[in-house]
């Protein structure tokens, strides 16, 4: 079953990234590509804790955890590229 949070989780963490790639796409914000990526594995795997509830909880539960991972890589290579390549 799921519970009221994580639904309300997957609805704020929605409107997040509908905001984040409008602006990106029209080049209001620089084009950080792992960045940008690390927050859209969050927003999956939102949607699979929800998904969890309802249908197969271990696959979506594996899920869930893999892309919480993905996404902690995405976000430690968005920093190293920021960091250790310099700006021309």
Known sequence: ???LS????????SIGILIVTRLF????????????????????????????????????NLLEHSFYFISSICFVLSIKKEIFVPNH
């Open 1 to 3: 079953m799921y519970q």
């Open 6 to 13: 994580e639904v309300l989780n997957l609805v704020f963490d």
């Open 25 to 60: 796409w029209l080049g209001l914000i620089p084009k950080y590509y792992f960045l940008i990526s690390g927050f859209i594995c969050i927003w999956f795997s939102n949607l699979f804790t929800v998904l969890e509830g309802y249908y197969f909880p271990n696959f979506f």
